[in-house]
């Protein structure tokens, strides 16, 4: 069965700020997808890592991925208060033998305060 | 981008009742797929399909049914609503690719069952 786990659930940060955000996966798989969720509404796509030691940024988000290590990383530079948010990363089930879709991690509810 | 849309988007009615969930892209999408996702948790895949005629359960058991009669159409039925059903149910799609499969996800249904 494949598991995903982001660490930290919760995360309270200053503007400003550098933090990372993890998650690891439990099976082999070389997709893996970050979200974004806003209180109240549905899911923003914000990155695809589609193999090993893929790197990409958008803004002040950058995101990667070792699949041998079976981790990715999320990592906000200078956080600003616009990116409060849940933020989740799920894991392609086909990779991972199981049925189709996608195993989501249990998110990350990032607050930033002035 | 896709187009994903679902009605309605806020759903309360009693115990017993018969509802639709209704859920429509406009990007020729052939892979569609229904998640529930409780308040502040994880999403759970519950139902999907990899086109016209085929549908298939996902890993979080659920007493909900769907159909594929057309591609851009992918309705999930209760026949009988319970409290235990109140939650909110995204609705995604993705193109069958090789090399990505990001699934973008309509605005979720919000259901209320008293």
């Known amino acids: 069965e494949l598991k995903v786990e982001q660490n930290p659930l919760f995360l309270s940060m200053q503007e400003g700020k550098n933090y990372t955000i993890y998650c690891n996966y439990s099976?082999?798989?070389?997709?893996l997808y970050w979200y974004r969720q806003d209180p109240g509404k549905s899911l923003e796509s914000l990155f695809v890592l589609l193999s090993n030691g893929a790197v990409k940024q958008e803004g002040r988000l950058m995101a990667s991925l070792d699949t041998k290590a079976r981790l990715s990383t999320l990592h906000i530079t200078a956080a600003v208060h616009d990116l409060s948010a849940t933020y989740f990363c799920a894991v392609d089930m086909y990779s991972g033998g199981g049925a189709d879709g996608l195993t989501f991690g249990k998110g990350t509810h990032l607050i930033i305060q002035p | 981008e896709a187009d994903i849309y679902q009605t309605p988007r806020y759903l309360v009615i009693g115990t017993g009742k018969k509802i639709t969930l209704e859920c429509s892209q406009t990007?020729?999408?052939?892979?569609m797929y229904w998640y529930q996702q409780d308040p502040g948790m994880e999403l759970h895949l519950i139902h999907y399909?990899?086109?016209?005629?085929?549908?298939e359960k996902g890993d979080l058991s659920s007493e909900s049914t769907v159909s594929r009669i057309r591609t851009e159409h992918f309705p999930l039925t209760l026949e009988s609503a319970r409290p235990s059903h109140t939650s909110q149910y995204l609705c995604a799609s993705s193109e069958w690719g090789v090399y990505t499969d990001t699934q973008y996800f309509g605005p979720g249904t919000r259901l209320t069952v008293l």
């Open positions: 399909s990899y086109g016209v005629n085929s549908t």
């Open positions: 990007m020729g999408h052939d892979k």
């Open positions: 099976t082999t798989s070389d997709r």
